[in-house]
């Protein structure tokens, strides 16, 4: 008893001291980053963006493009806002930044009292992902225009799955209804998995999904691509026609990028855009999490991205005034 | 009136506010039926009849919780306890406000004596670090201290 | 090369040392976490998923199995010892696991769930070896209309639950569903009842409010009546926790309906495990001739629900591995760790690598086994817990109590509503009502409510699409039987054994 409870206080001394002698080491002037970087996720663990903020961390402490690695920490709520609204209240913080998505463009919008898009210092964009229209493999539409022609047929005459509402496939289901002069039923699910699973099952006629909440079902012959709402055909699927060549003008991508929090410094926003650039152009990153993935990979720098995050904006909030989820 | 019959009152004036709330909702929706009011609506009814059940068996009942002055003290004091430390959390961070939880705690409520308690809580403190900063690497709120 | 050869392929990858050793390592790693009030498999998942960065995949992916076996395994202890579920799925096997422990039987009640969920286990990844394409698509079968009325079914037989007062059950029930409605509208996205806190709109999640009700009140009741740990100093050897043979007798076919319904249940989409441990509890107590001892310190009362959440689990990997699409919320987890290494669940898989899928399977049978030994090796020094003062364990439980609120989603906010939930708690033990009905009714409520309007949409608002499908239509029948049943059998009942009502007094 005695001997442990000196061991006990060896040990809670020892770790003082160390924290004492990082806290001294840490007063060095040196060049950013000197100490590890906090990756917020604001989704769950296994979501697209954990999955992308894993990538993130992982490859650049292995290519060794900064010297300080950088820590992933979920903050999952509110549809993201639980960790839009920590990282807003780390201004100026040079050593946390966040995952942004579309979602968190438009979702602020809808709740009175969130934090809007706009507030954030926008660093990098990473990839697009892509829209796609799936049917299961033996279903009765086999091809976009024999979809859009039973749609045509009467209101919410064809059910069309998505992952949430007021989100992306809502506002593209919205896109493509303004663009063909159809009433789509849009059923909601909560997650790209259960619309995958409506789908199969036959009880939804199509679905929106992203290449990787689809990927492993089509390339498996259990579903099919017919139609993707970007601006080309897909380099993964080429036979899937895009909505504009069909004469339906809806392109709608989900960005995937980087922002730091408000009045983030200048240089630390240099430094992590330039980091991710190098990542962006990483063998490792194009093959594992590009390409496996089906992402399209899409760098753009600090002032690109907020220039493209502002027609993002705009886009969504017509959407979202569409869908009556706005005024 | 007995507790019970209180519980009913209590139960059939919430399920009246759930009616009244969801009908603002938006009850049913044409072509895609229960509207986002449906379920509160439905949960406000069926309070309606446990409310009566409730009141009825109250009436027969009557018996009352073992509530005593001393024991409601000391509840109240645990969940005050609870809230103060809950609000250090983010000012202390996890680890200081966790030690002295324990600190406090075994002092007060265990009686033990100053060496024993300062032991526990120490040891306390290091589990928790061990287990979730060490090995899990679960970001703790870290307060204006540097742990 | 045909199944058995892959398998063996597999086993061969799993005993490599390396491999059983990460695989030693996960087991014990998830069951000291499940362990760990609060923590269940899901959380536990995530927070040890970290740990396998770095690791080549099929070593990672067998430490995974460990990790996610364990935590199954793990959730239990905690619900058996302190009355503190690990997770939702382990709130059934703490109704009576934990009477048994005060009873001094504590060793015997996880001797029983051990091997319960073995053999509920080992049946799970037979089917799952054998019939995992055919047991998918029978899932499939399982729309918006069949899950809202097997989510019905489930809350119907919350009756069964409601100990002394029915009217107080129901009460419970209410104020869950009450509780789950509270959040923004997934269907519409209208926010309800958030008083405009947006750390409300994703719902009041259910675990800090498990750990708060179970963890939070028992301190606060503690402090109420101070009293002791009324445990009979058991006996620590490992021949005294074996079960007596009437305690086998009562269970042997608790665990075989357990494994079955847990099993089937677990291939359906939504809460699986919860939902399977929660029918399989009432559908023994409704079969058995003691029902008058459920709730009291009925062993078969932890062997069912504890075969079927692990059999639910296992279940949870069919549409896994076989159609890409995660059974629960942690293979959803599993998934998200496994993409990291580009591997990516699904049909294409069993071509593409099939020496990891059968390494993957062949881990659970290993990791499975080695749980088995774990927890009947490891009873007797978890008893000790039993003999903490009263005072240091409840520091503990405080201790952990936070900690892990905070954990789930590193959120202050979430130890809030643990404190919230705990108060509730309290009252709700002062007044007589019965907790496990207010949880249940939190976790099932909001699938219950998604299903069935995402019915009704399908149906463009017509009742027809619950009466035409005959999965939905069996469901809802089931359903009504349920609850014209406690009527018909308190009449049978009040007949058949007058005798029997003084014994239920005294347990």
Same mark, same amino acid.
């Given at each position: 008893m005695h001997r442990s409870r000196v061991l006990v206080f060896g040990l809670v001394a020892a770790m003082l001291l160390s924290a004492l002698a990082a806290g001294c080491t840490g007063q060095k002037k040196a060049a950013y980053p000197e100490k590890p970087i906090e990756l917020v996720v604001p989704y769950a663990p296994g979501g697209g963006s954990d999955v992308l903020g894993r990538h993130i961390a992982d490859i650049i402490q292995k290519e060794k493009i900064l010297p300080q690695p950088i820590n992933v920490v979920n903050k999952p709520g509110a549809g993201g806002q639980v960790g839009m609204s920590y990282v807003n209240t780390?201004?100026?913080?040079?050593y946390v930044i966040l995952t942004f998505i579309t979602g968190q463009v438009s979702g602020?919008?809808?709740?009175?009292g969130a934090v809007p898009a706009s507030v954030f210092t926008p660093i990098a964009r990473l990839a697009l992902d892509e829209e796609c229209i799936v049917v299961k493999?033996?279903?009765?539409?086999?091809t976009i225009e024999q979809l859009m022609e039973a749609a045509k047929?009467?209101?919410?005459?064809v059910s069309i799955g998505g992952t949430a509402v007021g989100q992306e496939d809502q506002m593209v289901t919205v896109m493509l209804e303004q663009a063909s002069g159809v009433k789509f039923n849009y059923i909601p699910f909560d997650s790209g998995g259960e619309v995958m699973k409506a789908l199969l099952g036959g009880h939804i006629d199509a679905a929106w999904a992203n290449p990787n909440e689809c990927v492993s079902q089509v390339d498996g012959g259990l579903a099919k691509v017919?139609?993707?709402?970007?601006p080309q055909r897909l380099k993964k699927w080429p036979d899937a026609p895009t909505l504009k060549e069909k004469g339906y003008n809806v392109v709608f991508e989900q960005f995937r990028g980087i922002v730091g929090p408000p009045e983030m410094p200048q240089e630390a926003v240099k430094v992590l855009a330039e980091a991710f650039k190098k990542l962006s152009e990483s063998q490792d990153w194009q093959t594992r999490y590009i390409e496996k993935n089906a992402l399209t990979s899409a760098y753009q720098g600090p002032e690109e991205f907020a220039a493209y995050m502002k027609e993002v904006d705009q886009l969504t909030t017509e959407l979202l005034k569409a869908l009556g989820l706005i005024k | 009136m007995s507790v019970d019959s209180v519980l009913g009152v209590a139960a059939s004036v919430g399920g009246l506010l759930l009616i009244w709330q969801g009908r603002g909702f938006g009850y049913w929706v044409h072509l895609?039926?229960?509207?986002?009011?449906f379920f509160p609506v439905v949960l406000g009814l069926l309070l309606q009849p446990v409310a009566v059940l409730l009141v009825v068996g109250g009436r027969t009942v009557g018996e009352k919780p073992d509530w005593s002055r001393s024991g409601l003290r000391a509840v109240g004091a645990g969940a005050l306890a609870f809230a103060v430390t809950i609000w250090l959390v983010s000012w202390l961070g996890m680890l200081v406000t966790v030690g002295l939880y324990t600190l406090v705690w075994l002092r007060?409520?265990?009686?033990?004596a100053w060496p024993r308690v300062v032991a526990l809580a120490a040891g306390t403190v290091l589990a928790v670090y061990l287990i979730f900063?060490?090995?899990?690497?679960v970001p703790f709120p870290t307060g204006i201290l540097p742990l | 090369m045909d199944t058995w050869s892959y398998l063996w392929q597999g086993f061969l990858s799993v005993f490599q040392p390396q491999h059983l050793l990460f695989c030693v390592i996960g087991v014990v790693a998830g069951q000291v976490i499940g362990a760990?009030?609060?923590?269940?498999s899901v959380s536990g998942v995530a927070l040890l998923l970290?740990?396998?960065?770095?690791?080549d995949p099929e070593s990672a992916i067998i430490m995974l199995t460990g990790i996610y076996y364990g935590c199954m395994y793990g959730g239990t202890v905690s619900a058996v010892l302190?009355? !503190?579920?690990? %997770? $939702?799925?382990?709130i059934m096997t703490g109704l009576d696991g934990h009477r048994l422990a005060l009873q001094g039987r504590g060793g015997q009640a996880l001797f029983m769930a051990a091997v319960g969920s073995f053999i509920a286990g080992t049946f799970g990844i037979l089917m799952l070896t054998l019939f995992a394409p055919p047991l998918a698509r029978f899932g499939l079968r399982f729309g918006p209309p069949e899950t809202a009325a097997l989510m019905l079914l489930a809350l119907t037989s919350l009756g069964w639950l409601t100990g002394e007062s029915a009217a107080k059950g129901l009460l419970s029930a209410l104020l869950g569903l009450f509780l789950a409605v !509270?959040?923004? %509208? $997934?269907?519409?996205?209208r926010p309800r009842?958030?008083?405009?806190?947006?750390?409300?709109m994703d719902g009041i999640p259910f675990l800090p409010v498990v750990i708060g009700i179970f963890g939070i009140t028992q301190v606060l009741l503690w402090l109420e009546?101070?009293?002791?740990?009324?445990?009979?100093?058991?006996?620590?050897?490992?021949?005294?926790i074996l079960p007596s043979v009437q305690e086998w007798a009562v269970s042997k076919w608790a665990i075989v309906r357990g494994t079955i319904i847990g099993f089937f249940v677990g291939?359906?989409?939504?809460?699986g495990a919860t939902t399977a441990s929660f029918l399989s509890y009432t559908i023994e107590r409704q079969s058995?001739?003691?029902?008058?001892?459920f709730g009291k310190g009925a062993i078969e009362g932890v062997a069912a629900p504890e075969s079927a959440n692990n059999a639910a689990a296992i279940a949870a990997y069919v549409p896994l591995l076989?159609?890409?699409?995660?059974?629960s919320a942690t293979t959803a987890v599993l998934m998200g760790g496994l993409m990291l290494w580009g591997l990516r669940p699904g049909p294409l898989l069993f071509r593409d690598a099939p020496e990891f899928v059968w390494g993957l399977i062949a881990s659970m049978y290993v990791a499975n086994f080695l749980l088995l030994a774990v927890n009947t090796l490891a009873i007797p020094p978890m008893i000790?817990?039993?003999?903490?003062?009263a005072p240091v364990l409840m520091a503990i439980v405080s201790v952990i109590s936070i900690v892990g609120a905070y954990c789930i989603?590193?959120?202050?906010f979430d130890i809030w509503l643990a404190l919230g939930a705990g108060v509730l708690g309290y009252f709700m033990h002062k007044l007589k009502i019965p907790v496990p009905p207010v949880v249940l009714g939190l976790v099932l409520g909001p699938d219950l409510e998604t299903a069935m309007r995402q019915s009704f949409m399908l149906s463009k608002g017509s009742v027809a699409i619950f009466f035409t499908r005959p999965i939905a239509l069996g469901l809802l029948i089931a359903t009504a039987l349920f609850l014209s049943a406690p009527a018909i059998g308190g009449l049978l009942r009040r007949r058949r054994s007058p005798s029997r009502q003084p014994a239920e007094g005294q347990g």
């Open positions: 780390k201004k100026g913080d040079p602020p919008k809808t709740v009175p493999i033996d279903s009765k539409y086999q047929q009467g209101e919410k005459a017919i139609a993707v709402a970007a | 895609s039926g229960p509207g986002p009011g007060l409520v265990g009686r033990y900063v060490l090995w899990l690497r | 760990l009030p609060g923590i269940g970290p740990l396998t960065f770095g690791m302190i009355d !503190i579920p690990g %997770d $939702s799925a382990a !509270i959040g923004v %509208d $997934s269907v519409s996205g009842f958030t008083m405009g806190v947006i750390d409300l009546s101070r009293a002791q740990w009324k445990v009979m100093k058991a006996n620590l050897g490992l021949r005294a291939l359906m989409p939504g809460a058995s001739r003691r029902a008058h001892l076989s159609l890409g699409i995660p059974g000790r817990i039993l003999s903490i003062p989603d590193n959120s202050v």
